[in-house]
Nanobody, 116 residues
Framework: QVQLVESGGGLVQPGGSLTLSCTASRNIFSIYTMGWYRQAPGQQREFVAA???????NYINSAKGRFTISRDNAKNTVFLQMNSLKPEDTAVYYC???WGLGYDYWGQGTQVTVSS
């Protein structure tokens, strides 16, 4: 089992920045892909960004150039730095750890609200 705890959400004005953190209960980054997803009210959960065990990264098109995913292996923590935030970025953001079938874990989510 892996527990994931997110933090760092909040209310920010358009154009502002936030950094989300996700701390895993044990050292898994050497084998798991870590990802961030989000779910806006009335919409399906969507992929935002991911970092593989090898350090490769991938982003949804709308996040490219604005968001950066990174990790601190010593602290078992993955980050999502979000810049130039837009109202359409408003959602609950979830951290995910994925290795394969049966090895798919989610955090509880953290709310991000972009509004003036």
């Amino acid at each position: 089992q892996v527990q994931l705890v997110e933090s760092g959400g909040g209310l920010v004005q358009p154009g502002g920045s936030l950094t989300l953190s996700c701390t895993a209960s044990r050292n898994i980054f050497s084998i798991y892909t870590m990802g961030w997803y989000r779910q806006a009210p009335g919409q399906q959960r969507e992929f935002v960004a991911a970092i593989t065990s090898g350090g490769g990264t991938n982003y949804i098109n709308s996040a490219k150039g604005r968001f950066t995913i990174s990790r601190d292996n010593a602290k078992n923590t993955v980050f999502l730095q979000m810049n130039s935030l837009k109202p359409e970025d408003t959602a609950v953001y979830y951290c995910n750890a994925f290795w394969g079938l049966g090895y798919d874990y989610w955090g509880q989510g953290t709310q991000v609200t972009v509004s003036s």
